[in-house]
């Protein structure tokens, strides 16, 4: 079967597509045949070494996917092949044509939802789930600024936050971008790449702050974030790409709250709690991923130029 191998760190072009060995599942785990990959930035991150973990090279990159369990490992009860699913966590890598994955990383896939968007789930919507509900604490009728709502990630918090009754401002940095998280049922829609957006968003507030922010770029976007934040508001720093330098008053003022999060600490139990919660949503469509771009396999280096790119919007993924 054919797979991504990463040797070294660096650029995109270190991403090479080989001839590896079929994958045999051992006890716990199944082999999945995927039919779409997830490409993520931190996929991106982790390639370039500009990313706080270990690995073993070679490695196949890739967290999430989607396909059909191709076979099982003893001791595993949920699953058998032939099943429809999507994973998030993956033994062996999902850039290639199989994925070993632990049987806790594995979820039925509805028939509504397609491989490439059962692809989009893991690390958006877990973020997005994560972001909201366990970080921010949100509830009924707050208001939430979703600054860059029209990637995977914002998308996802979109639809959650819309499930949740919830009030949304969404940002966007292209007429595309900005339909999108109009299409999605965002309140108001700013364009955060023309000068004195921020302004627009206080004149939607009408004196009002808002109660939570969702940050995708914090080291731009940070101090920006606490000039419109509620008191007792909460920001949620889910994506950033270098330092920021804020006002910390603004935050005293306010008695705000900076958050910072990342995915993968989430414990097993909070995973499983956060997918579960995730499942009837995708099966009622009310959490439906956005596919932005698909590229092939041999393709995973433009995948990887295109997931760090301006001008988000919806989810990239991979087909192998």
């Given at each position: 079967?054919?797979?991504?191998?990463?040797?070294?760190?660096?650029?995109?072009?270190?991403?090479?597509?080989?001839?590896?060995?079929?994958?045999?599942?051992?006890?716990?785990?199944?082999?999945?045949?995927?039919?779409?990959?997830?490409?993520?930035?931190?996929?991106?991150?982790?390639?370039?070494?500009?990313?706080?973990?270990?690995?073993?090279?070679?490695?196949?990159p890739?967290?999430?996917?989607?396909?059909?369990?191709?076979?099982?490992?003893?001791?595993v009860?949920?699953?058998?092949?032939?099943?429809?699913?999507?994973?998030?966590?993956?033994?062996?890598?999902?850039?290639?044509?199989?994925?070993?994955?632990?049987?806790?990383?594995?979820?039925?896939?509805?028939?509504?939802?397609?491989?490439?968007?059962?692809?989009?789930?893991?690390?958006?919507?877990?973020?997005?789930?994560?972001?909201?509900?366990?970080?921010?604490?949100?509830?009924?009728?707050?208001?939430?600024?979703?600054?860059?709502?029209?990637?995977?990630?914002?998308?996802?918090?979109?639809?959650?936050?819309?499930?949740?009754?919830?009030?949304?401002?969404?940002?966007?940095?292209?007429?595309?971008?900005?339909?999108?998280?109009?299409?999605?049922?965002?309140?108001?829609?700013v364009?955060?790449?023309?000068p004195?957006?921020?302004?627009?968003?206080?004149?939607?507030?009408?004196?009002?702050?808002?109660?939570?922010?969702?940050?995708?770029?914090?080291?731009?976007?940070?101090?920006?974030?606490?000039?419109?934040?509620?008191?007792?508001?909460?920001i949620?720093?889910?994506?950033?790409?270098?330092?920021?330098?804020?006002?910390?008053?603004?935050?005293?003022?306010?008695?705000?709250?900076?958050?910072?999060?990342?995915?993968?600490?989430?414990?097993?139990?909070?995973?499983?709690?956060?997918?579960?919660?995730?499942?009837?949503?995708?099966?009622t469509?009310?959490?439906?991923?956005?596919?932005?771009?698909?590229?092939?396999?041999?393709?995973?280096?433009?995948?990887?130029?295109?997931?760090?790119?301006?001008?988000?919007?919806?989810?990239?993924?991979l087909?192998?």
């Open positions: 079967m054919k797979a991504i191998k990463v040797y070294k760190f660096g650029d995109p072009q270190v991403l090479q597509i080989e001839d590896v060995v079929t994958l045999v599942p051992e006890a716990g785990e199944v082999v999945v045949d995927v039919k779409a990959a997830g490409v993520n930035p931190v996929d991106a991150y982790i390639r370039s070494g500009n990313y706080p973990v270990s690995v073993n090279f070679p490695y196949t890739g967290i999430d996917g989607a396909g059909i369990i191709k076979a099982v490992g003893e001791n009860k949920k699953f058998a092949a032939g099943d429809r699913i999507y994973f998030s966590g993956c033994q062996s890598g999902a850039y290639a044509q199989e994925a070993k994955c632990l049987s806790s990383q594995v979820f039925f896939l509805p028939e509504n939802i397609s491989f490439e968007q059962g692809a989009a789930v893991g690390i958006p919507y877990s973020t997005a789930y994560r972001a909201l509900f366990t970080k921010a604490r949100a509830v009924d009728q707050e208001i939430i600024f979703i600054h860059g709502a029209s990637g995977g990630v914002g998308v996802a918090t979109l639809q959650l936050a819309k499930m949740a009754n919830i009030k949304i401002i969404g940002s966007a940095g292209s007429e595309r971008g900005l339909s999108l998280v109009k299409e999605q049922g965002a309140d108001h829609v364009n955060h790449n023309q004195g957006y921020m302004k627009e968003v206080a004149r939607i507030l009408n004196g009002q702050g808002v109660d939570i922010v969702v940050e995708m770029l914090a080291n731009v976007n940070l101090d920006a974030d606490l000039n419109i934040i509620a008191k007792n508001g909460r949620v720093v889910v994506g950033c790409r270098g330092e920021a330098v804020i006002h910390p008053r603004l935050a005293m003022v306010q008695d705000a709250t900076i958050l910072g999060m990342a995915v993968m600490n989430a414990s097993l139990e909070e995973r499983i709690k956060i997918f579960s919660s995730l499942a009837e949503g995708l099966k469509n009310k959490l439906n991923p956005v596919i932005g771009k698909s590229f092939s396999l041999p393709d995973a280096a433009l995948a990887h130029e295109a997931i760090l790119a301006p001008g988000a919007y919806g989810k990239i993924v087909i192998p």
